[in-house]
């Protein structure tokens, strides 16, 4: 390498790597190289060959088809905030909004 272009030492390919991992207590989040819907390659080519568990299917899912719909109906209803219905069903309130509104769990109207 030509001096003076790269001033610092390179990190270890290791570092490098987990820098662009996001963990929480369910997944590892790729934060790379997304495209426009948020996915990293690796879940695009999953996604296009039907390998991707959704729903009841995965393994760590905390909701049923049946609690889905009886969330979004009791918090259209007015009367049940986010929060609450977080709490009744053992998820977080982030959860029940990306129920309601559609960005887990597909609505099927």
């Known amino acids: 390498m ?4 790269y001033p610092h030492k390179q990190k270890p390919i290791e570092e490098r790597f987990w820098a662009k991992i996001e963990k ?10 997304l495209d426009k819907h948020g996915y990293g390659q690796l879940m695009r080519d999953s996604m296009s060959k039907g390998r991707n568990i ?9 909701l049923t088809k049946l609690a889905v719909k009886d969330i979004r109906q009791r918090y259209e ?3 049940f905030s986010q929060t609450i219905l977080g709490k009744e069903y053992h998820v977080t309130a982030s959860t029940i909004s990306r ?11």
């Not at 959704?54 to 905390?62: A, I, L, N, T």
């Not at 129920?99 to 109207?109: P, Q, R, T």
């Open 99 to 109: 129920v309601v509104n559609g960005k887990m769990w597909e609505k099927k109207e």
């Open 77 to 79: 209803s007015g009367f």
């Open 54 to 62: 959704r729903g009841e299917k995965f393994p760590q899912s905390k």
């Open 2 to 5: 030509p001096t003076g272009i």
């Open 24 to 33: 929480s207590p369910s997944c590892w989040n790729w934060q790379a190289s």
